[in-house]
C-alpha cells in the first residue's frame, strides 16, 4: 500500500502496473558522472578539513612518516567508501518527470520528498555549465519561480544535450504546447565584442578613478620604496578585479537571440550559461547610458523579472550589458512589442531642479527619463503595471508638486514621475489607470502563452 | 469583425486644481473609516508616552542631571499633544473607494497619498488586529501585489466590516491572474 497521497515513488517499479501511455510520464535521473562528482567533493573537503593533517606532519612539512601513512590510509579508506555510497545514493535517489503541466521533483533518499513544479510559474530557464561541467559535457538546469528566495529549482548535473532538450520540453509546456515540440528556431539578435566589453567596463568614472588613484600609489611606493602603500593598493587592486575583471569574465561572448519561446541570452568565458526569458515574464526595463558611455553611443538594457529576488536579481538582471543605444531600443521594443520609447512623447517635470527629468505615457508604457550626465529610462507596461501610487511630500506641498509611481515587483527598475504639478500628477496617475485597463484586457492571462 | 478589444480614446480629464489633486474620483466620495480609529491613535500614543517619558526621564536624568529630565518631560508631553490633535487629522485623512476594477486608498497629514489597485493584480489580502485594536473592535486590510513597494493598507476598520472586505477584495482578486 502507498501510505502517501502522491503518485508511486517510481512508477515503473511495481510489478503489473503499466505506466501511463503519455511520452512525457517517464521518469529521468541526473547524469551518472554526478555520483563520482560528489563523491569527490566530498572527499576533498575531508581532505582539506582532516586528511591534510593526518597526512603531514605538522613539525616538518616535508618528511613523511611511515606510521602517519598508515593512519591516514585506515582513515581515508572508511572515509572514501561512505563518500562513494553517499554520491551513488545521492544520485540514485534524484529522479524527475514531467506530469501535464508539472515538473515534478522527488529527492527523497529515504522516503519520498516530492516538489511539483507547475510550469506555468516558471519565470526562466537557464541551462548553466561551470568550468568543469564544460571539459566533461555536464550541465545543471535551474528553473526560476515567481515567489519566495527558495523559489528556485537545480537540476545537477545533466548530460549536455539531455539539459538543451529539457529546457526546450519545459519551455514548450509552460507555453502550453506538447512536451515534444522541437525547440523553437531563433534569430540572432546581437553580439557583444570583447573590446567593447572591456571598453565599457573600464570607462565608468568610479573605475578610472580608481585605477588612477592605484597607479599613483604604485609609483609613490616604487619611487619611495615604502612598502604601506600596499595596504590600500591590494585592496583597490581587488575592488578593480570585482568591478572590471569579474563581469569580463562572466559576459564575454555575450550573444542575444529572439525565438518564439522567448529571449535567449548566451554569456560566460569559463561558467557558460544559456538564459531563457519566456515571453510576458519581463515585468519592466530600464536602458542605463552612463556618462562615459554616451560618447560612444553605449547603453546597457536591464530587466525586472519576477522571482529573480535577492542576490540574484543582479546576476540575472542583465539583458544587455553594453550595446549601441539604438540597439538597447530595439531590445525593449522586441519584449514590448510596437513599443517605441523615444516616440513617447515625454513631459519635463515642472521643478526647478529636476530640468533633465521628463516622463510621459503612450497607449502601452509609462516611460520615465532621469539623469543630466547619467541618463536612465524606466519603462513599464501598462499590462504588467502592479499599483499607481500618487504623493506629495511637504516639501513637494509647499510648491504644489507631486510625484507619481508605478509599482512593478523588486528589481532594478524604479518608474517615476517625480516632481510634475501636482494636479497634472493626479491627471497623469488617472490616465495610467484608464490604460492599464484595457492593456491588462488586451494581454489576458500569460500563464500559457502559445495556447 | 475585428478581435481586439476596441480601444476608447482617453476621455478628457477635467483638469483639476491644486487643492482637488486628492479629491475622490470623479462623482465618488470617499468611504470612511472608523471615528474610533482616532481615539485608538491617542491611546496608543498615550501607552507610547506613558512608558516612554518616566523611562527616559529617568535615563536622561542619571546622565545629564535634573533639567535634562525637565526638557525630556517636556518633549515627550508636547509629542503626546501633537498626536493627540494629528490624531483627528489622520482620521479625516483616511479614505478609500472600491470601484469597478481597483481599490482607491488615501490618507496622509503631512505626506499626501493615492494609492490605486487594480484587482487583477492582487496576490492576497490579509486582515490583522493587535491588541490596542481589538479593544477598539478595529482591524487593518492589508493589500499585497508582486511589487513589495505597494503600500496599500486601511486601517481603523470594524472588525466585521474589514472581513467582508477582504472577502469582496478576495473574489475580486480570483478573476485576475495575479501578476
Redesign the interface.
Known sequence: MNPHPYPPRHPHHRPGWAPPARPAMEVHRLHWATAPLRSLNIVVVYFVLIGMWLLLDPEDWSRLDPARFLVFLLVTFPVAVVAGVIGVWAWWAVRFWIDGDDLVVDTGMVRSRIRRIPLSRMQGVDVVSPLLGRLLGLAEVRLELAGGSSAEITLRYLGKRRARELRAELVALAAGLPGHTPEAPERPFCRVGFGVLFASLALRIPVLLSFALFVALVVFGIATGELAVLAVAVPILLGLCREVIAPLVMYTRFRSSIAPDGIRLRFGLLESRLQTVPPGRIQALRVVEPWMWRYFGWARVEMTVAGYGGERQSLSSTLLPVGPVEAAFAMVSEVFPGVVVEGVALTPTQSRWRKNDAAGISREVFVSRRGRFRRTWDVVDFARAQSVRLTSSPLQRLLGLGTVQVDVPPGPVQVAAVDWEVARARGLADETVARARPARARSGSLEHWAG | MNE??Q??P??P?R????E???AP?EGARWWRISPRHKWYRRVVALVVALLAGPLGAFVVARTGGTPGAVVWSAATVLAFVLAWLVAEQAYQAWGFLERG??LVITS?V?????????Y??MQFVDVTSGPLEQLFGLATVRLH????????AIPGLPIAVADQLRDRLAARGDE??G?
Open positions: 481586439q478589444p480601444i476608447l482617453p476621455q480629464y483638469q483639476r486644481t491644486r482637488e489633486a486628492f474620483p476594477d481597483d496622509g503631512f505626506q499626501r497619498r493615492i494609492v490605486i489597485v487594480p487583477a493584480r501585489t508582486a511589487a513589495a513597494t505597494t503600500d496599500a485576475g491572474a501578476l
